[in-house]
T-cell receptor, first 115, second 112 residues
Framework: DAGVIQSPRHEVTEMGQEVTLRCKPI?????LFWYRQTMMRGLELLIY????????DSGMPEDRFSAKMPNASFSTLKIQPSEPRDSAVYFC?????????????FGQGTRLTVV | AQRVTQPEKLLSVFKGAPVELKCNYS??????LFWYVQYSRQRLQLLLR??SRESIKGFTADLNKGETSFHLKKPFAQEEDSAMYYC??????????????FGKGTKLSVKP
């Protein structure tokens, strides 16, 4: 398995535009997480899914952010409209629930710059 | 509420010196604790987990439930240990594994 795959690796967009980030989790993993990483706030959990169902989206900053997981092998994080303060690195991670000490595997991240 | 606190944003030591990266957590239950590491230009990866009670790359971490701490230690730091270190907590939700919460991270810089 190639691991968690995110696309694009880099995205530069203008304020007000819609941005869609994509994630392909590791096959067989039933948990998927979206994180945002900034210098000021570190790694923040935005939302996570279990078996394609959103479990907790309390970390989503505002209504401009939305996430979907239409099937077990694909998830999107959409920002509409984007703002400069959304500039950050967005990570997707997946894991498989089992007894104790489950490891989350991270993608390489999408560096988003909103100008 | 679940929370992970890493009080130091930056820790700078000399090669060969002992290292301790602090982590405290808040969780009403029995959490699973982890340390993740992010080397320059690499993806975030698991370093160790409290359940395994293992030593990875010379690092160890002991869960202290009384102090709600999970500090990461290494007796002799190496230059290649320079990286960003994140403490993480996995809680429970509805009886099964739940979210994975991270601290803000500590940047370790090991000088020659």
């Amino acid at each position: 398995d190639a691991g968690v795959i995110q696309s694009p690796r880099h995205e530069v967009t203008e304020m007000g535009q819609e941005v869609t980030l994509r994630c392909k989790p590791i096959s067989g993993h039933d948990y998927l997480f979206w994180y945002r990483q900034t210098m000021m706030r570190g790694l923040e959990l935005l939302i996570y899914f279990n078996n394609n169902v959103p479990i907790d989206d309390s970390g989503m900053p505002e209504d401009r952010f939305s996430a979907k997981m239409p099937n077990a092998s694909f998830s999107t994080l959409k920002i509409q409209p984007s703002e400069p303060r959304d500039s950050a690195v967005y990570f997707c991670a997946s894991s498989h629930a089992r007894g104790g000490g489950t490891e989350a595997f991270f993608g390489q991240g999408t560096r988003l710059t909103v100008v | 509420a679940q929370r992970v606190t890493q009080p130091e944003k930056l820790l700078s030591v000399f090669k060969g010196a002992p290292v301790e990266l602090k982590c405290n957590y808040s969780y009403s239950g029995s959490p699973e604790l982890f340390w993740y590491v992010q080397y320059s230009r690499q993806r975030l990866q698991l370093l160790l987990r409290h359940i395994s009670r293992e030593s990875i790359k010379g690092f160890t971490a002991d869960l202290n439930k009384g102090e709600t701490s999970f500090h990461l230690k290494k007796p002799f730091a190496q230059e290649e240990d320079s990286a960003m270190y994140y403490c993480a907590l996995s809680g429970k939700y509805g009886g099964s594994q739940g979210n994975l919460i991270f601290g803000k991270g500590t940047k370790l810089s090991v000088k020659p």
